[in-house]
């Protein structure tokens, strides 16, 4: 199985016509246009599993470049990594007892949103009676 990369047709395009646009090069496996999840509008890009290396190649050379409506069309032959890169392994810290918390003074009165602190009598605000 070789995979195929499509890109640049038109957004408007399903898969049973990009299907009888590659079939004139080979069988076809699989298709898969990628939609957007929340919207399953196409995100104008596409991947083709055919059956015969050949016959991708030569879909490649034929289709790649080809002008479809106003875009152009990009085919290429996907490369397969043989080996999946390995997830970076970050050790966990010891456990080093419950964290220590100190109280920092940041000034003023009251140490809410403030002015900075910049007077400290400055008086509060009256609160509302409740109803």
């Keep these: 199985m070789v995979t195929l990369f499509v890109g640049g047709f038109p957004l408007d395009m399903e ?8 079939m004139p ?3 076809v496996s699989t298709i898969k246009i990628i939609r957007d999840k929340k919207t399953r509008i196409c995100k ?9 290396q050949a016959a991708a190649e030569e879909a490649v050379a034929n289709l790649n470049g080809r002008d479809m409506g ?3 069309l990009a085919v290429k032959i996907r490369e397969e990594n043989e080996k999946p890169k390995p997830k970076p392994f ?5 456990f080093s007892g419950p964290p220590s918390y100190t109280k920092v003074d940041r000034g003023g009165h009251g140490g809410g949103y403030s002015s900075g602190g910049s007077d400290p009598y400055k008086k509060k605000r009256p ?3 409740i109803n």
Excluded at 90 to 94: A, D, E, V, Y
């Design 15 to 22: 898969e049973i016509e990009l299907v009888k646009l590659f």
């Design 25 to 27: 090069f080979g069988q």
């Design 44 to 52: 104008g890009y596409a991947f083709i599993e055919m059956h015969d």
């Design 70 to 72: 106003d875009r152009s």
């Design 90 to 94: 970050f050790p966990k810290k010891p």
């Design 127 to 129: 609160r509302r009676p």
